[in-house]
């Protein structure tokens, strides 16, 4: 079965360091599309990052980087330089397969506090 | 800024009240998806489409949900009979394709209270 795990809760870091969220999924399928989106606090999500399971080289987007280790079923979400309005909600998630139509599967999030 | 338009922002229902909600694609995205997100920030996946045709829907959308996306206008989620339960951030997102690597864009949600 298909599932997206985020176990930490939440992480407080100061401005201008880097901070690290995991996230570990399941699937079946050995094709599979992992994501990470941030959710404000006015409710918007926003993407930011995704990896393909068929690359090997980790994504970077700007500041955001990714850990993916696909033996272990992990893509980790790397903030380096971190800015107040960093704080948010980050949220991985997963599609699989490359059939039409296939939901997004989401962990529970992880709320970051960035503080000066 | 989101390109998803997702309108109202906020909407208060009485129990058995409708609520309709509205959600504005990205331009040049056939693919429309709605969650839920509760307090708990747990999504639940709703319905998608392509174009104007359901993709899939979970049991909950068959019974008390409607959901659309006619030609030329916005598509919409509709409760027929709100439940306390409903209480949520209803989210529409839409990509450009419907295979799984295409990203989805999320609006900013229509939040939903049952009272």
């Known amino acids: 079965a298909q599932k997206v795990t985020q176990t930490q809760t939440s992480i407080s870091v100061v401005e201008k360091t880097t901070v690290t969220m995991d996230c570990v999924y399941e699937?079946?399928?050995?094709?599979?599309?992992l994501f990470w989106y941030k959710q404000t606090a006015s409710g918007e999500i926003v993407f930011l990052i995704r990896?393909?399971?068929?690359?090997?080289e980790n994504a970077t987007v700007g500041h955001y980087s990714l850990n993916f280790q696909k033996p272990k079923s992990s893509i980790g979400l790397i903030i380096t330089a971190t800015q107040i309005e960093d704080s948010a909600v980050y949220f991985c998630?997963?599609?699989?397969?490359?059939?039409?139509?296939?939901?997004?599967?989401f962990g529970t999030g992880t709320t970051v506090s960035v503080s000066p | 800024n989101s390109k998803v338009i997702q309108t109202p922002r906020y909407l208060v229902k009485g129990q058995g009240q409708k609520a309709k909600m509205r959600c504005i694609p990205e331009?040049?995205?056939?693919?429309v998806f709605w969650y839920q997100q509760n307090k708990n920030n747990e999504f639940k996946f709703l319905i998608n489409?392509?174009?104007?045709?359901?993709?899939?829907q979970i049991d909950m959308t068959e019974k008390r949900f409607s959901a659309e996306c006619p030609s030329n206008s916005p598509c919409s989620l509709e409760i027929q009979s709100s439940e306390a339960g409903d209480s949520a951030l209803y989210l529409c997102?839409?990509?450009?394709?419907?295979?799984?690597?295409?990203?989805?864009?999320f609006g900013e949600g229509s939040r939903l209270i049952v009272v």
């Open positions: 997102a839409s990509s450009r394709g419907v295979t799984s690597g295409n990203t989805l864009y």
């Open positions: 331009k040049g995205h056939p693919v």
């Open positions: 990896q393909d399971s068929y690359k090997k």
């Open positions: 489409f392509q174009n104007q045709e359901v993709l899939q």
């Open positions: 699937t079946r399928d050995s094709s599979y599309f």
């Open positions: 998630a997963m599609r699989e397969g490359d059939q039409g139509g296939r939901a997004l599967i």
